[in-house]
């Protein structure tokens, strides 16, 4: 039995290692951090105040996607997010005509990621060094240099920079995914005394620092209170204040969240900020995914061939179909 070896335990990888166990290979998942979903991540604290503070929602218009979330949606995994959302621009408030149905992971984001990743062997808290091939196998280590094995395939679910790291033996690939430029998001998590009781649930922010604010508790099967929010500076300011503290960042967008909403400061239960380093493909692959087929190896992630959450998916069932094909 073929052996596989993916590194990155995001939507992409995920899909890939939950498709090819399916059909019979054995298959390893290494994940540097605690747990599945990458930027499909929530967040939860020890007041149980959970946050979707990566991806936001997610919608399905290729036909393999739609179907997929159309069994998601029967097992309870997914739900659609029917939130009032609109643009503010300036303090005016432009409503959202538009038919566009958005889903969401229930209870978290991470749900999906967690549903697929159901009886798979991963192997957390392992930054995985550059894989080497040796003798017609890729060999891994972690960073610190412990042996994770030799397997015959190996794929690559990581921002494109990374990825361009851990190709380094494979210098076509990793010289197209040094080409994809990714810019980072400050993500605000924020939890309030009391409801703010605006009139409407999530708004796309125009001529401002943020670029989205999101009231999180308005997402089917979370908890109604506290009133929680999730802010997303724009790629732009979140560029420019890459490296001033999370402190000095969440004091920052807090008090724009308060100008964007024409609101007064209220009581804060709850805040913080997070850094995506990577969040955003600026320049994504036209190409679904890289694979070179005589070596075995390849990459997938949402820059490659369209960003968002159902870029990813189709991203890494892509490059699964590759690894079938051969």
Not at 146 to 156: F, N
Not at 270 to 298: K, M, N
């Amino acid at each position: 039995m073929p052996s596989l070896a993916v590194i990155g335990a995001g939507i992409s990888g995920l899909i890939c290692a939950r498709t090819l166990q399916d059909h019979g290979l054995s298959v390893k998942v290494f994940e540097k951090s605690r747990g599945v979903g990458g930027r499909m991540s929530t967040r939860r604290t020890d007041d149980a105040l959970h946050f979707d503070h990566g991806a936001q929602y997610f919608t399905a218009r290729d036909a393999l996607f739609r179907g997929y979330v159309k069994a998601l949606q029967h097992e309870g995994v997914v739900a659609a997010w029917l939130g009032r959302i609109i643009v503010l621009q300036k303090g005016v408030t432009i409503d959202q005509n538009e038919s566009t149905v958005r889903f969401v992971a229930v209870p978290g984001m991470n749900s999906i990621c967690q549903h697929m990743a159901t009886d798979l062997s991963i192997e957390y808290q392992t930054k995985v060094a550059p894989p080497r091939r040796l003798l017609g196998r890729w060999w891994l280590a972690s960073e610190d240099g412990t042996e994770l094995g030799a397997y015959d395939m190996v794929i690559i679910s990581a921002p494109a920079p990374q990825t361009a790291q851990l190709l380094r033996d494979v210098p076509e690939l990793a010289e197209q995914a040094d080409r994809v430029e990714m810019s980072g998001c400050w993500a605000v998590m924020l939890a309030l005394e009391e409801s703010l009781a605006l009139p409407f649930d999530a708004a796309f922010i125009h001529q401002s620092p943020l670029s989205w604010i999101a009231r999180n508790n308005s997402k089917p099967n979370r908890s109604p209170e506290p009133e929680t929010w999730i802010l997303h500076a724009s790629p732009e300011w979140s560029e420019t204040n890459l490296e001033r503290s999370a402190e000095q960042v969440a004091a920052d967008l807090l008090e724009e969240f308060w100008r964007s909403i024409g609101t007064q400061p209220r009581a804060i239960k709850y805040i913080t900020a997070h850094r995506w380093r990577f969040a955003l493909p600026t320049s994504p692959l036209e190409s679904r995914c890289l694979f070179d087929t005589g070596l075995q190896v390849g990459a997938c992630g949402d820059w490659c061939g369209g960003p968002r959450v159902e870029g990813a998916f189709l991203s890494g069932a892509a490059v699964a179909d590759r690894l079938l094909g051969l």
